[in-house]
């Protein structure tokens, strides 16, 4: 099975991941049917995707007892059963991974979200992860906080492959992208081959959206609600241009030509929240060449049935954006303020997610010990 949008999408240079694992898609041979019929090349993960895996059905059930049997702890219980899920999922994907020179085929997983905030631990809690799953196809998430940025640079360093997530603002993703380039420096003059490491950046997209948006009825002023429903595609539109500014640079083409990749865009949160908005809108506008969009299957689906793939819609968009952001700051949006409350919440969703995980497990070894 072949699907002409999705064949669109991806010719126009879009790689198509799925944002979401679970161990029935594993074991049910889901996941390798969406590689094959739906143009699926890579995974993302986060502690919520995880949360609710755990919290469904009986898949986990046969591990749970084996750990509980040995006497793991609930934290070790987690990490046997998420390092497990992502390590199968690699193996599922090796074979995009060595077609693709190793650019897809990718799977991630994310740093232990109460960590956001704790530099050092992060980055061992990275190198951890990266040796536990031990696969070349692996991404380790490391949020983009201010404690982030240097924990993705000494990570980058070790010559391990990175995801960073919960960017919203183009001011942290220029950040985030001076981290990577120092880190691949790093890695070149600590002797890793450059070449090997791979990165994305989860530039989020809907809770953008969703954010302005309610300050934008709020206000409840026929100037602002004109703008309604435009901030999240200006806003992913300007993280384009200035990574082609990043890496349009002497610097990075020096790395460039000693075999660096660069990290490239990741748009993320893609599945639309408002149903007064088209459920395709964050796929069909964010098409631009070498960016990654990781949907939920719901996203997919709807992009295979009835998405509007026209080519690229983002490069050149750089003055039409910049003006909507102008307008909601002349009308009184504090976009400063957007974008803190967009991570802090980002932060605290994953923080959530990883308490109900460590619930959901803890019950499970106490109804597997009987």
Not at 95 to 105: P, Q, R
Not at 189 to 196: C, E, K, L, V
Request: net charge negative.
């Amino acid at each position: 099975m072949s699907n002409e949008k999705l064949n669109a999408l991806s010719d126009a240079g879009v790689s198509i991941w799925l944002d979401d694992l679970s161990r029935e898609r594993l074991n049910t041979g889901n996941l390798a049917e969406l590689i094959r019929d739906w143009n699926v090349t890579g995974v993302t993960t986060n502690p919520t995707i995880f949360a609710n895996a755990l919290s469904k059905g009986e898949s986990y059930d046969e591990q749970v007892r084996e750990l509980a049997a040995r006497g793991a702890d609930v934290d070790a219980t987690v990490r046997e059963i998420t390092t497990t899920d992502v390590r199968n999922a690699c193996d599922v994907f090796r074979d995009i991974y060595s077609a693709t020179n190793g650019v897809d085929g990718r799977v991630s997983i994310e740093v232990d979200p109460r960590l956001a905030h704790d530099t050092d631990r992060t980055i061992a809690e990275a190198q951890d992860l990266w040796k536990t799953v031990d696969r070349p196809n692996l991404l380790i998430k490391i949020p983009a906080t201010l404690a982030g940025l240097p924990a993705i640079t000494k990570t980058l360093a070790e010559g391990i492959s990175v995801n960073v997530t919960l960017i919203f603002s183009i001011e942290r993703y220029q950040a985030v992208m001076d981290a990577f380039i120092e880190g691949i420096e790093q890695a070149k003059a600590n002797g890793h081959d450059i070449s090997r490491i791979h990165s994305v950046a989860s530039f989020f997209v809907s809770r953008v959206d969703s954010e302005i948006d309610k300050r934008i009825d709020a206000a409840d002023t026929a100037e602002l609600k004109a703008l309604r429903g435009q901030a999240a595609i200006a806003n992913a539109r300007l993280a384009y241009q200035a990574y082609l500014d990043a890496f349009g640079t002497d610097r990075w083409k020096a790395l460039a030509d000693a075999g660096a990749n660069a990290q490239r865009p990741l748009w993320a949160s893609t599945g639309v929240k408002d149903p007064a908005y088209s459920d395709t809108r964050y796929v069909d506008e964010l098409v631009a060449p070498n960016t990654v969009n990781t949907m939920p299957e719901k996203t997919l689906h709807a992009t295979a049935d009835h998405g509007k793939i026209e080519g690229d819609k983002v490069t050149g968009t750089q003055e039409q954006a910049q003006e909507v952001f102008d307008a909601l700051s002349d009308a009184g949006i504090d976009l400063d303020d957007v974008f803190k409350v967009l991570e802090d919440e980002g932060v605290d969703k994953f923080e959530k997610s990883w308490t109900e995980l460590l619930e959901t497990v803890t019950g499970q070894l106490e109804k597997a010990k009987g």
